[in-house]
DNA sequence: TGATAATCGAGACGGTACGTCTAGTCTTGGT
DNA sequence: ACCAAGACTAGACGTACCGTCTCGATTATCA
């Protein structure tokens, strides 16, 4: 006999509103700044209407950005023909992206979040980050895949992560020279 | 002639009490559980000292690695003289160290620290973990120097960061994988 | 029609018990000492819900002394038929009285909360002593009422608090005196 | 043998400034808001050299009231031959006088010294208003001394203190009002 | 004429309380 | 069962003062 249940369902409509407000919270402030209150004010939102679906508000922004809402299109490589400009390109936007005009640095809140939030790290790599980046390293490195691929794009994904928290500048050139750094053997 | 004070000088108990109390937290709870009013319970200190001398927690805990309290000896590598095996092993330590018996990875603490506090982000890349890697990284590569190596060695411990915030596990095959991935290719 | 609001209503049991940790903290200490973390503390309740209802530790104690818990009965004067006597008895026992058996004179206390808090010294006057006085004085002054009667009123009361302020002692006798000075040459 | 003492004596100019500071200090914030650390700050001189000489901000504040730097010649009484208008006049300049131009009522704020400290509210009432007052009011209750006297005088003083505290208007009128309520019978 | 000792400005120290903010839970009334 | 609203306990935030202490420099008196 199954189990059978009453009442409203879910509703679509806050749980847009919640996305939206802890999207913007989050490009406004960085995810420090980040709160379940702050959400809830801003998506006109009861609390409990938050928790009862999220454990946290990493995980809020981890479902965020699985929907594209922080970082769009940017997921996405350029292919340009050349490979080795095009990831250059990707990761200097990547490192270089804001949250806001005159706010933090995007990956780095997002470094926060995922060292916070254990489905946002999974998420960081699995799906978000490291999964377009390797279908374009593997046209790069001549097609190869399985673990030696994904060493090459953590490598890659993992030095600008790096970078970003070391608050030194970084520009297309030293990007180029990363790439080259893992890319280059292969395709020498 | 510079202006003189005359007057009470810092008490270096008080430094060093404020350390060992920002240390035994953060290694028995991890850096978010950390706070400002918990390091001064535990070291017998009013909170003004502690703020007194550092603006926030993340910069306390900068200071305690830089001395080497937070990685003891584990800063410096192996050296059986074979390289390959060296760095695979260092990362895998790294890795798989935990702050406590039960605890967070301390990687991801300190990536949580980095990403908090512009002080420790800087040294974490320039002098806890980048430089002694660099070390033996420029040995196994063939004494290259300068913006080359920088890049190697920001893609190896980059990937390990990324790889800890993912949450899965990866062990020492991977990381030998990891360091082919990066140095093989040069050393072959 | 009135805008209506849903949600949690004001707990009756935090108020109470808020009230009564205030009490208890002004009659051992004094108000001086009293301070709202004591108040929470004692209560049993976070800050914030004594920062939700009242502005300032002033104004917790003018509802509960509004309410009673301060003077009990004491506010209230005897009426043996002799109002001279009357007058001067309650006036030596509001000047006597201390807040606790080894404590600060509770008189004073009250005059320290009123010059601290708008709302208590209002009621100091207005409700709480003043008020009970004036009834009995007026009969004791053939029945006068108005502008006269509160004159007589504040004279015959301030006197006391100015007498508190000195550290002086007073006896049943002094009182006499002052009552006299008030009342009798109307009486006589 | 008389116990015999070297080194410097007490610096007058760091007297002079403290008190100095306290009255400013005083006359700007109000008695609650007067604190040790800011006259310290405000006289240039170390807050050791404060508690050497006073044990509490309140025995500062009397020793300034009592040189007369806080109310200077308003202490003595006007003398037009009118003891009831003089008597009302200086009632009422002493209810009206703020600390500051937009700040806080002074008699308020000298209220709270003396409920603060044990020589503030002792001089208070022996030496810095009652005092002046009764000479002028024995003069016109006929030139009565001793109990009656002082009775008269904490009852109009007092009288004004407790409408100070009470945060309502009043006017010369009232005040004559009261004037009358003391003297008067005893004057027709 | 030193040595001695109390003074001074400055400010660090261990604490307590401030008033604000957020966490996560619970309660209310409405849909 | 869900929702918006928001009160509840709990506790950290960063700041302001408390009263004590330590420091080095500066006087006065006494040996």
Redesign the interface.
């Known amino acids: 006999m199954a189990l059978s249940r009453t009442g409203p369902v879910r509703s679509e409509a806050a749980r847009l509103a919640i996305l939206d407000a802890a999207v913007s919270l989050f490009t406004e402030r960085g995810y420090?700044h980040l709160t379940m209150e702050g959400i809830a004010r801003r998506a006109g939102v009861g609390k409990q209407t938050i928790y009862r679906w999220w454990p946290s508000k990493g995980d809020v922004i981890a479902e965020a950005i699985l929907e594209g809402r922080l970082l769009g299109g940017r997921r996405d490589l350029p292919d340009t023909g050349d490979a080795r400009a095009d990831l250059a390109a990707w990761l200097t936007d990547l490192f270089t992206l804001r949250a806001s005009p005159d706010g933090e640095g995007l990956l780095?809140?997002l470094?926060?979040a995922?060292?916070?939030s254990?489905e946002t790290?999974?998420r960081?790599?699995?799906e978000i980050l490291?999964a377009p980046l390797s279908h374009r390293l593997s046209q790069a490195m001549g097609g190869i895949t399985g673990?030696?691929l994904d060493?090459?794009a953590?490598?890659?994904?993992?030095?600008?992560?790096?970078?970003a928290?070391?608050?030194?500048d970084f520009g297309q050139d030293?990007m180029l020279?990363?790439v080259?750094?893992?890319v280059g053997?292969?395709a020498r």
Chains 1, 2, 3, 4 share one sequence.
């Open positions: 420090d780095r809140s470094v926060a995922a060292a916070g254990a790290g999974r960081l790599r699995a490291a673990p030696r060493a090459a953590d490598a890659l994904l993992g030095a600008v992560i790096l970078r928290l070391s608050r030194e030293d020279l990363l080259d750094a893992i053997p292969a």
